[in-house]
């Protein structure tokens, strides 16, 4: 990739992107190849409404071919039959190679689904690598079990990994979400096959392209670009993929299972989605922190986030005030160029899903009061972009208080007390993340306690780190990503049992 000197001025960042290089291939049993179809898909920049490159459109067809490769490179043991110490050393050289291309990994990402550049390279990419690189290094320090048997018995349990992994994710975190899977998945000795989501293409295959330089072996990691309905059901439903790891809707989650229960029972997991609460009470000392934190929580990445904090569920004796602090801040979050480092929020994905959020906060008019924002917007005449809105006086029933709207729109509940809080928090389908701030330890611990939430926040909205597991209940899915838990998904328990001779 080209080499440009960078000091982050917007003019740099224009210069990079239109130099970068676009990958436009599919990856498979290490080549890059087109669709068996010949058929191409564009993959636009959200910010311009222009098209960034055509994309191979992997089918059923493509996707045989990428787990065939995949099962050869299995059976023939290339990878998983390598050191742990010998994988780990691969992956890491994968995680310097990209580092040593951050910044373009940074400009894809923003271009191909209009994320804030100065998002993508100051936090999304580096934290991709980061992740990559934990599991890397976990690898070679995991040991296994011996059972307590009668003498004269060895009983070895040991986790061994499944075979074909497939992995379907979606297009806000499109670096992370591809390494959340493919990290624990191919540190584990499994080989992969990964379909990005048809908005976000790019990263995924840059991601793959290095991987064969770092010396991951042809066939292990497999990237098949495409659509959900055609290459992503193949994948969930063949028979020889031992394994489906899946981040996107529930609504396409609900698919995965029954695809794997029409097909060969492969395992799933799934993280989906969520409309995590945020309660504020009125004991917490540092308003300022808490509302600097719910506005990030909800406005990162343009609410596309599934753990965002998109609930606001504040004492009554405070409400006025706190939301005051937010308003205040969300006026530095106004749309804007995602190459301009000083924009405060970057475009939608797709103009079909802006257009799906005007319609909540159409809804929200209706049953709410707007606090402020509430428009859709253009940059230099193009692109799909809202402003930052919030909602006050929302009842608990409303259609923004329940469903998750996946923008930059937050719903303000007001409370009581603590009981209303919590039951107010766990009024919801979905359990994936929840925040609470207090100053009260007893009160903070009481409450996460009765949050049904895979995790939960004190006096921190959605924290994130590999070193904690990452996941929800409910409808926000099964199984859990990051921390050394993500390698549980990816390997299965093999019990051997050896009698001897006394
Ligand atoms: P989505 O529509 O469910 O898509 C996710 C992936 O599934 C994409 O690769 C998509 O392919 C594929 N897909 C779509 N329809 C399919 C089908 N019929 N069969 C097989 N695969 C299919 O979700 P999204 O709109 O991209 O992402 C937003 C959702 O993801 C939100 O609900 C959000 O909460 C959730 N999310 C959850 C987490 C988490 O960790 N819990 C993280 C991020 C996002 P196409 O590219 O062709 O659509
Ligand atoms: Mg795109």
Known sequence: MTEIAHTGDRNDWHDLAGAVALPNQAIIDGRQVDARS?????????????????????????INDAVASARRSFDAGRWRNQSPLARKRVLLRLAELMRAEQQQFAVLESLDMGKLVRDASGNDIPTAINILQW????????????????????GLIRRVPLGVVGAVVPWNFPLNMAIWKCGPALAAGNSVVLKPAEQSPLTALRFAQLALEAGLPEGVLNVVPGFGETAGQALGRHMDVDCLAFTGSTAVGKMFLRYAGESNLKQVWLECGGKSPVIVFEDCEDLETAADQVISGIFYNQGQVCSAGSRLIVQNSIRSKFLDLLVARAAQYQPGDPLNPHSGLGAMVEAKHAANVMRYIEAGNREATLVTGGNAATINGRGSFIEPTIFADVKPDAIIAREEIFGPVLAVLGFADEAEAIALANDSIYGLGASVWTDNL?????VSEQLVSGVVGVNVVDPVNPAVPFGGFRQSGSGRDLSRHAVEKYTALKTTWIRFKN
Not at 135 to 154: Q, S
């Open 38 to 62: 010949g058929k191409r898909f564009a993959t636009i920049n959200p910010a311009t409404g222009e098209t960034l490159a055509h994309i191979a459109e992997g089918d059923a067809a493509d």
């Open 442 to 446: 007893s009160r903070a611990h009481r």
């Open 135 to 154: 599991h890397a290094e976990e690898i070679d320090k995991v040991y296994d079990e011996v059972a307590p048997l009668p003498a004269g018995n060895v």
